[in-house]
């Protein structure tokens, strides 16, 4: 068993998995990863609002090293992997909960934008406003004195977002508002980021503005960005949330079953 001290070491050891790679942050300070065999474990603060021990190998090398990790980390970590990997921790490690089951998904490469979007109004097509019928603008990254309108938008449509503005390591929003009114109708943020993986968080749309394609336009906006600056692009999504899937899916983000554990109380 022994203790990674900088990203080129992490990168060798996951096989430059872009969840474990994301999970390392570029080590910043906090940040500790091990590795032992073909096991890999990071330790990683505040990633995303939890401690994270993201973790890759096989369950034999994986289930010493997760201990380890934990007793050299703290309580506190929530064991992330792939699914079928955590569930084969979970049953070896009584300590642990069961594990709650999510998606990561990830993009080198967008897919081409989709021409036209087809709702119950009628056609809209996507960045020309042909018809009229729905007067938006693109999206653009917002000023930072939008944080009162991001932050309302997103106590009403996702209530649940780990991203909210303010917090430390959300670096920066986009939006898409209404081209008459001005109202912000759709967010995103680019937060957490690492050096090489770019995470995609804070989605929301306002509930009348839904169908329109906004989500998938503001998505698109902060994944081209993120790729552009760290060379992929990932986000985390729930399992249940179908249509969220769907959208991100269609942007060229290939899922990935996940989940997290943690110590029981």
């Known amino acids: 068993m022994r203790e990674l001290v900088s990203e080129a070491e992490v990168v060798a050891a996951s096989g430059d998995d872009d969840l474990v790679v994301w999970a390392a942050q570029g080590m910043r300070p906090g940040v500790r990863a091990w590795v032992c065999g073909d096991a890999v474990a990071v330790a990683s603060p505040a990633a995303s609002r939890r401690d994270r ?3 890759r190998g096989t369950a034999a090398r994986l289930v010493p090293l997760v201990r380890h990790a934990l007793a050299e980390a703290g309580p506190s970590y ?8 955590i569930e084969q921790v979970v049953a070896a490690v009584p300590e642990l909960e069961p594990a709650v089951g999510f998606s990561w998904m990830g993009t080198e ?23 009229g019928t729905y007067p938006e603008g693109s999206a653009s990254w917002l000023a930072d004195s939008a944080a009162p ?9 996702n209530p649940g977002s780990y991203a909210v503005p303010g917090l430390p390591r959300v670096r920066r929003w986009a939006g898409v508002r209404d081209g008459e009114s001005g109202a912000l109708l759709a967010v995103a943020a680019d937060a957490w980021s690492a050096p090489t993986v770019g995470l995609l968080a804070g989605v929301a749309t306002a509930a009348p503005a839904r169908g329109r394609g906004l989500g998938e336009r503001v998505c698109r906006f902060v994944a081209s960005a993120l790729l552009a600056e760290h060379g992929r692009a990932a986000l985390m999504v729930d399992d249940w ?25």
């Open 109 to 131: 490469k967008l897919a081409p934008p989709r021409q036209e979007v087809t709702v119950s109004e009628g056609t809209y097509r996507e960045g020309t406003g042909a018809e």
């Open 78 to 85: 929530r064991p992330l992997g792939d699914a079928a990997l």
């Open 53 to 55: 021990l993201v973790v």
């Open 241 to 265: 949330n179908r249509a969220a899937v769907v959208v991100y899916e269609r942007l060229g983000f290939a899922r990935r079953r996940v989940a997290a554990t943690g110590l029981r109380a």
């Open 149 to 157: 309108e991001v932050a309302a938008l997103l106590a009403a449509a």
